[in-house]
Each structure stands twice: as structure tokens, then as C-alpha cells.
């Protein structure tokens, strides 16, 4: 079982995607009385408590998250050096990387940074300065020595190139990115957005989906590798394989979220949201959580099976008007459709053993989206 131990709530970045919009969302509810408004902002139980929890589970693996986990260095050497798991990850936001000693570095299997593209994309995201303080950190962990994945973890918006954004921090020398995975800000609390939005996907968003799977497989030819774009990697090799997927990142199944109180909930968006809760690690067994269920119309669409529901937090909370989910949902349809057209090439070059099956595998609900 994967699990993301939330170590504090606080961030030394205000970003313009900031979660607590996902709250206004929540509360913007007809009851907020299942909303915990008491959460403590810092890990705040017993951490005994967590490795008599985690040691039920013989293929435990833990990423660290927040807030900013970086900010909480303490706490990650003190679990990392108890801790009964078999892997760790983390995701951050990179401007802290330099402070964690290369011992515990070395032994994360992934460490996932948060990047929206190029220095004039992400600083506008993200803050002045942000891009330079991160890729510094990136070049430093390579530099002495990290030979774990690199995964760029972006958020894209309607100021995003996806081809220019998606290219420059996978291919640019610089940048030292082994992966990359996105997610669409997919955010209409503005009135104006939505013809906005729509304007990005038609004319920006999908063509430039198509033209990195085109480049990715041409890539597969010429150099005899995968690239690992998640939103393509996984979703492919399913395809070739002829697999169907649950919601593709876990929650709720394969992946649960400690929040900082010690409670167990099915994803990290979803902490506070009381109704969802699946148990506590002071008696709950890892082995045997509740799955949570997708309930909305995603189950009867018909590629269900590929996207598996895209987001268990939106099918909770539905932030979205029926016009603005079918916006969204045609990202997820382009994708299948210039994937599946792709398969024939990509079956060649296994056939002729230019690249094998093998080159797909990657570890699961390892925090990538899959689907954007």
C-alpha cells in the first residue's frame, strides 16, 4: 500500500493553483459541517503509533507530503530512520532540497518536483525567483550523485505551452528532469474562464497533446527508449496490454493519505473531509483499509476503463457545471483517441525489438497523474 503522510500544512510558497481553493470549493457546499476545521497544521500524533501501523503491511511504501514537507526535515530523517517500509518518496516543492542530507536523499526511490515549465510560466505560477531556486537544487541532487527519478510535477493553466513547457524540462540540458507528469488546473470559480479555457484547449492544449505523442514515439525509434511521460507511459501500456484501469493514482484502493492528526483518508486533497475518512492509525489495519468507491456519471462513461474517473475528489465534490466536465473530459478522449492511434507504430518497434514491453513498467501510485 502506498500512503502520503502529510508532515505540515504550512508552505513557503503562496501559489496562484493554491489548494486552499479546494476548500472555498468545499465549503461552498450545502454542509460544511463534515469539514474539519480543527485539523492540527502539524504532525501532532505519536509516531510509534505510525510504525506499529506500518509494520502490518510488509510492501508499506510512504511519501512525504504536505503543505511543504522540506519544511519538516525532522520529522522525514526520524521516519526514514524507523519507519518499517520498503520505499519512500516525497513531493515538494524543490526550494528546500538542499537542506536534506544525501544519505536520505539517496534513499528515495522518486523524488517529485513541483514545475510548471519554463522560468517565465513558473515564476508566474509560482513566484518570482522560484524556477532558479529549484532547478539550482535539481542540478545540485544530480550532482552529487542522486540516480533516482526526477519527476517534474506540473500544473498547467491556460498561460501554458504544454508542448514548450512539457519539452523544455524533459529535454533541456539544464534541467535534469528523468519524468514529468501534469495536471489541468481545471478551476472555474471565475465567470470569464470558462470561454478562456476552452479557447487554450482547442487551440494550445490538445494539439500540443498530440504533437509530444508524436515526438514520443519518435523518440522510441530513433534512441531505442521510452520517455516517461506518465499521462502517456501508463495509459499505453495498459492499451497495449489490453488492461482497464481504476482511478488511475490509487486513491482510495491502492494509495491513502495520514493526515497530520493520525486519521486515514483516500487522498491528500481530501483531508479535513470528515464523511471520508476510512479509519485512524491507531487501529486501523493497512492491509484491510475500506475502499472508496467513484459514484458520479464517470462510471458509465464509456472509457471508463482507460481514465478510471480521473479525480476521486471532483467526483466528491462536483465543482463543475455539466458544460464545463464535458471541457474537461475532451482533454481525456483526445488523449485516448492520439494514443490508441499511435499503438500500431509502437507495436512495430516492439516487434522489432527496438523497444520491449518492459520499457513501460514503472512503479505505480507512485503520486503522478496519470490522467490530467
Not at 506499529?52 to 530523517?77: A, H, N, Q, V
Not at 526514514?80 to 520505499?87: C, E
Request: proline share 5%; glycine share 8%; net charge negative.
Amino acid at each position: 500500500m502506498f500512503f502520503h503522510v502529510i508532515l505540515t500544512d504550512d508552505c513557503n510558497l503562496c501559489c496562484r493553483y493554491c489548494r486552499g481553493k479546494e476548500f472555498d470549493l468545499l465549503l461552498s457546499g450545502d454542509d460544511s459541517s463534515s469539514v474539519d476545521f480543527f485539523m492540527p497544521t502539524e504532525l501532532s500524533y505519536n509516531l510509534e503509533s505510525l510504525y506499529s501501523f506500518l509494520e502490518k503491511d510488509p510492501e508499506g511504501c510512504l511519501t512525504f507530503y504536505g503543505g511543504e514537507p522540506l519544511m519538516r526535515t525532522d520529522l522525514i530523517r526520524e521516519i526514514m530512520d524507523n519507519a518499517p517500509v520498503k520505499r519512500f518518496f516525497i513531493q515538494t516543492n524543490g526550494l528546500l532540497l538542499h537542506e536534506l542530507e544525501n544519505e536520505y536523499l539517496d534513499r528515495l526511490e522518486a523524488i517529485l518536483v513541483s514545475i510548471d515549465g519554463p522560468e517565465e510560466i513558473t515564476d508566474l505560477n509560482r513566484g518570482k525567483g522560484t524556477f532558479s531556486r529549484v532547478i539550482e537544487n535539481v542540478l545540485k541532487v544530480r550532482r552529487e550523485g542522486f540516480d533516482g527519478e526526477i519527476i517534474a510535477r506540473m500544473t498547467v493553466t491556460e498561460g501554458t505551452d504544454i508542448y514548450e513547457a512539457v519539452n523544455f524540462l524533459i529535454s533541456d540540458p539544464t534541467c535534469q528532469f528523468s519524468s514529468a507528469h501534469w495536471q489541468i488546473d481545471a478551476d472555474f470559480s471565475c465567470n470569464c474562464r470558462q470561454e478562456i479555457f476552452e479557447s487554450w484547449i482547442s487551440g494550445n492544449y490538445m494539439p500540443g497533446i498530440r504533437k509530444l505523442i508524436a515526438e514520443w514515439v519518435l523518440t522510441m525509434e530513433r534512441k531505442g527508449y521510452v520517455p516517461r511521460l506518465y499521462p502517456f507511459l501508463q495509459t499505453a501500456e495498459d492499451l497495449l496490454r489490453g488492461e482497464n484501469s481504476r482511478l488511475r493514482c490509487g486513491c482510495g484502493y491502492a494509495s491513502y493519505t495520514i493526515t497530520t492528526d493520525g486519521h486515514i483518508c483516500p487522498c491528500p486533497i481530501m483531508i479535513g473531509m470528515k464523511d471520508y475518512y476510512v479509519g485512524h492509525i491507531t487501529s486501523a489495519d493497512p492491509r484491510n483499509l475500506p475502499v472508496v468507491h467513484m459514484e458520479g456519471s464517470c462510471r458509465v462513461c464509456p472509457i471508463y476503463g482507460f481514465c478510471g474517473g480521473r479525480c476521486l475528489y471532483a467526483d466528491v465534490t462536483r465543482p463543475w457545471q455539466a458544460e464545463q466536465k464535458k471541457l474537461i473530459c475532451s482533454t481525456v478522449h483526445d488523449l485516448r483517441n492520439t494514443i490508441i492511434a499511435a499503438l500500431p507504430a509502437i507495436s512495430d518497434l516492439i516487434t522489432q525489438g527496438t523497444i520491449t514491453m518492459q520499457d513501460f513498467v514503472h512503479t505505480r501510485y507512485n503520486g503522478c497523474e496519470i490522467i490530467p
